[in-house]
């Protein structure tokens, strides 16, 4: 097989449609756009959402809520994934390197998900109260 011998697919290719050459072609005449009105002449066309003058629908709704861009700089680990790390000293560091936070994590806060049998030390990370009392009750701190 060479390269200059390659063609699509029987079927694969189709002629473009020609609109408005003529009544023997089937679509002549209009085009296929109908009689008359806006979407019928040249350039006729609105903008996405344009409901012909009257107020539209995302304007209608109230607007509500939005994203903090924070979000992405703050984050949570559980008691669960402290256990399966398996070190006795953590830290943001150690938290990113397993891949627990994001790498731009700047806070990092443990919640009380799960179960901790380990002593862990906690340095630089938050705890919620529940995570405090189950880490101090396995032997671990929280620095």
């Given amino acids: 097989m060479e390269l200059n011998g390659i063609k699509p697919a029987a079927g694969a290719k189709h002629a473009k449609r020609r609109v408005g050459r003529g009544i023997g072609s089937g679509i002549g005449k209009t085009a296929g756009r109908g009689h008359k009105g806006q979407k019928s002449r040249a350039g006729g066309f609105h903008k996405v959402g344009f409901e012909g003058g009257q107020m ?23 008691l669960t994934a402290l256990e399966q790390l398996g070190l006795a000293e953590v830290d943001i560091l150690a938290l990113k390197q397993a891949g627990l936070v ?41 620095a």
Avoid: D, M, Y
């Fill in 56 to 78: 539209p629908l995302q304007r209608r709704l109230p607007k509500r809520g939005f994203k903090s861009h924070l979000l992405k700089f703050n984050a949570e680990v559980t």
């Fill in 102 to 142: 994001g790498q731009l994590a700047k806070v990092v806060k443990i919640v009380k998900t799960g179960e901790l049998t380990k002593a862990v030390k906690l340095t630089g990370v938050g705890a919620t109260a529940g995570a405090k009392a189950a880490i101090e009750a396995a032997g671990g701190s929280v």
